[in-house]
């Protein structure tokens, strides 16, 4: 028998049937612009424009009223006018609709006439057992099982393991696109809006029985039933890691985000507290939130704080220690019995001291050689190889040189890059056989100079997140090592292990 919960999940993410009131044909409406997204990104079920004035919308037939709708109806998206919502919302329970997307805004971020009538709105929802999502909501997408981006978040998703919550749209839609951008892919999105009804607590509760999400990203202003937000986060959290951007900080921010959704801020000390007992991850920035996920979605579980550096340049090594000594990271000292094994493998003019300086390597499997050597006979629980990509940009710029002919440019070109690709493709086993962390830093310049076939892609497509600098790096994988510390305090029963947090290194398709 579906349960309350099932239904209404199915209702908001899998619906089969979509009424959905205010199509619009003009451009620059939001009643056009959702629709368009829903369509257009491949909404396999039915889809029923609703608008008084009747017609068509680009070959589809627009329904003047519900009434009028003989099927079955999942789901309503609602985007008329404020004073039109009610009487909109009023049709829906004639037909059994569970769950109501309210786009529309001017209601409590305005103030209290918007106030009074965003509670009439919910007091009508409720007395008919309807769910709302928002009002003032971007909207939600759903990868799974078909795409439905109903909002204003356009933009093509990867289908993934990773939600976000966000009371904000466009910083969802920021956080999504962010992830997307890094081969991240995206499991359910919601803009939660002014969450009059569906609050943070209840898509965390939907989302922790989803079997496609396996980490949730949240943006939150203000919590509005913190005990329970306390008691689902302590019992997520161990199972799915939850990475959290905490909005309206400083007094300013704090009244901003009371305009924005009538999100009330409350005592970030309190707040702050709350994560830590709850073994929430809290980052600052969205890029922040993106290497946190990459490091979670495509690195094992890091065992401890011991660190081995291997470097291509001894600057990237100094700063890559002091932002290890920052993050409560530590460099072990190397035995003599790992520096004679070292010295068999590495030239001669190698650091003998951990960063392990290369400077400039004879071949390039030195890396991996060493990488090895360092995980069998150190206590190392991660190793940070930095300052790769250079042969490739090397060989680029041989390729696209006026100066040397292209017969002249092609056997070293190739040379440098394949032997740069085979140790990519030597690092991605080594993660997989060695079971530590293993995380490519690659100079920046490589992720500005892609092309096809190159490094990146190729991580990309092994599932292995590459950072452009030893701080993002170290950053992502304190962050990690904490959130493991954390949840050990209250582990996941075997039955919830099963479903997995997704840390496990898994090749994208």
Known sequence: MITERQRIFSSIFEPKSIAFFGASHNVFKWGFNILHNIVNEGFKGKIYPINPKG????????????????DTIDLAIIVVKKELVKDTLRKCPQRNIPAAIIITAGFSETGKEGALLEKEVLDLAHKHSMRIVGPNTMGIFSAWPTPLMATMASGHKIPGEVAIIAQSGNLGSSISYRLTRRNIGISRLISSGNEADLKTADYLELLEHD?????????????REGRRFFELAKRISPKKPMILIKGGKSDMGARAAMSHTGAMAGNNEVFDAMC????????????????????????????????????LGGGWGVIATDACAANGLVLPKLKDSTIRMLDKVLPPYWSRANPVDLVAPNRITVITDAISILIENEDIDAILALGLGYPTLRAMVWRSSPIIPREDSDAPSRLMYEGEMQLMELLVGQIKKLERPIIPVIDIMAFDRTENHDLLNYLDSKGIMAYPSPE????????????TKNTKLFPASEEDQDTGSGLQVQEKT
Do not use: F, H
Request: aromatic share 8%.
């Open 472 to 483: 993002k790096a170290i950053y992502a994988l304190a962050k990690v090592l904490e959130y």
């Open 276 to 311: 830590r007992q709850t073994g929430i991850i809290t980052v600052d920035s969205m890029d922040d939130m993106v290497d946190v996920c990459g490091m979670l979605t495509s690195q094992p579980r890091p065992r401890g704080n011991r660190v081995g550096i291997i470097t």
């Open 55 to 70: 017609g068509s919308w680009y070959g589809m037939k627009i329904y003047e009223d519900l009434d009028l709708i003989k």
């Open 211 to 223: 079997p496609k999400t396996r980490i949730i990203c949240l943006y939150v202003e203000g919590i």
